[in-house]
């Protein structure tokens, strides 16, 4: 298996005036890709990943989005300063799991390309600044269709 899927965060009503972008790449070696203003309204990222069948039969996330190490995958969005807005008073990283995709619903997705992968995280921390870390609460990852474009 060597599955190209398209990937969609929605970051709920991150607070205003605050840069949120994708990172691609790790290290010191990344750029920030579809850095965006908040307008204090939900934000979108969408990107693509591969994913190949680990010796166990686990399917292991591949890509230039991907972070962590195979059982622990996740993508980051870099806020504030990290995101490149060297004025902001953040600085920091929101780690988005890429666990519990099933084997299943990547073959579903195989089968349709007028679907994506989902999550919907919430972009208000508890000190009511930019959410960071790993998400918590995560719901997960769930189908939804590609928007028209």
């Known amino acids: 298996m060597n599955q190209e899927l398209t990937l969609k965060i929605i970051l709920e009503r991150p607070p205003a005036?605050?840069?949120?972008?994708?990172?691609?790449?790790?290290?010191?070696?990344?750029?920030?890709?579809?850095?965006?203003?908040s307008p204090g309204e939900d934000l979108h990222f969408t990107f693509p990943i591969t994913v190949k069948l680990a010796k166990d039969g686990s399917p292991n996330f591949l890509g230039p989005f991907v972070q962590g190490p195979p059982s622990q995958r996740f993508v980051y969005i870099n806020i504030g300063?990290?995101?490149?807005?060297?004025n902001s008073a953040w600085n920091r990283r929101l780690k988005v799991p890429l666990t519990g995709i099933a084997l299943e619903t990547i073959n579903e997705l195989a089968t349709n390309d007028q679907l994506?992968?989902?999550?919907?995280v919430p972009g208000t921390g508890?000190?009511?600044g930019p959410n960071c870390a790993t998400v918590k609460p995560f719901a997960g990852w769930h189908i939804a269709?590609?928007?028209?474009i």
């Open 145 to 148: 269709k590609r928007a028209a």
């Open 17 to 37: 005036g605050v840069d949120f972008g994708l990172q691609k790449g790790s290290g010191n070696n990344y750029e920030v890709l579809q850095k965006q203003r």
């Open 81 to 86: 300063q990290s995101a490149g807005q060297y």
């Open 126 to 128: 508890k000190d009511n």
């Open 116 to 120: 994506l992968l989902q999550a919907t």
